[in-house]
């Protein structure tokens, strides 16, 4: 059942972690990262059959088992990489009220069970990763399902966020063992909504993607906002590459800049949740699920794009 799948406590995952014996790569200068970016899982939300919870973790053992794969592959291919990051642009949580008026109805997870569940996932792929480069990144940001939120207003501070709260804790059980997780690097924001990131000499930005508003379509919104950033002198605002997640749908663009191969790139990255009828009812088509990955390096930027199923 899917109110069974949230697995064991933090004490439990402690003492798994330190038993972990195998250490990873020497640590090297990274030259080209693999990026996985963590968007919209929007664990305990459910659907019509209430399955959501365990349609979600079959998408995530698919996806831990796929990027060993991928690593490999693009070994083969001429392109090895020595860093993996998990960038999180975050809604991994659903929350339990606040943000649709059917949430209440629909949320199969409490928010105890939502955490627990996502804890317990971000430890099962950082574990399964880790161990394949020498250099890892682990990033995140504040959402809008993650706030504490009462009459659908959050009501505490920016910081108070469920999706960078599961980081934190994920952090404090992998630092039980530094031999095997020393060589992670973790970006976890305070009260700021962004993050910005040096993946292998390419700048990346964070942000969810509810902050950004006005008319247009969701990816005009999305580069004004961007543009915006940049005008206030905000470190997002000098980023290579924006990533964001909220609207669920994979959507790309890139602009070249003069004397640079990297350019200026967003990237609107997919969800991994049971899908909105709601939006579908209003004429929206349906969330193919997946989840992006591609590769950056310092010369050329962004490469090597894949939706993982």
Known sequence: ?????????????IREVKRRKAKPPEPTEGSRALC????DWQAGKGNEQGTGAEELLERLFRLRDAVPKRVKALKKAGEPVDTIALLSVSDL???????????????????????????????????AWAPLVPNMTVATV??????????????????????????????????????AYGHLRWVIPDQEMTVTVDVCGTIIGLAHGHQFKGSG?????????????????SAIGDADLLLSGHLHHFTAITEGVEGSAKGRTHFQAPA??????????????????????????????????????
């Open 36 to 39: 996985v970016v963590a968007a």
């Open 217 to 233: 379509s969701a990816q005009q919104k999305a580069l004004k906002w961007w543009k915006d950033m940049a005008m206030n002198r």
């Open 1 to 13: 059942p899917a109110r069974d799948v949230a697995g064991p406590d933090v004490d439990d995952l």
């Open 142 to 179: 504040p959402s809008n399902h993650g706030e504490r939120r009462l009459n659908g207003k959050a009501y505490t501070n920016w910081g108070d966020n469920a999706d960078v709260e599961v980081f934190e804790v994920v952090r404090e059980i992998l630092a039980q063992n530094p031999d």
């Open 272 to 309: 991994l949740d049971v899908g909105s009828k709601w939006f579908e009812i209003m004429g929206g088509p349906p969330t193919q699920q997946g989840t992006l990955t591609f590769t950056v390096d310092g010369e050329r930027g962004w490469d090597n794009l894949k939706i993982i199923r």
């Open 93 to 127: 949580v659903e929350g339990c009220a606040g943000h649709y008026p059917m949430q209440q109805w629909q949320t199969e997870l409490d928010n105890r069970q939502q955490a627990r569940l996502v804890r317990r996932m971000l430890v099962e792929l950082i574990t």
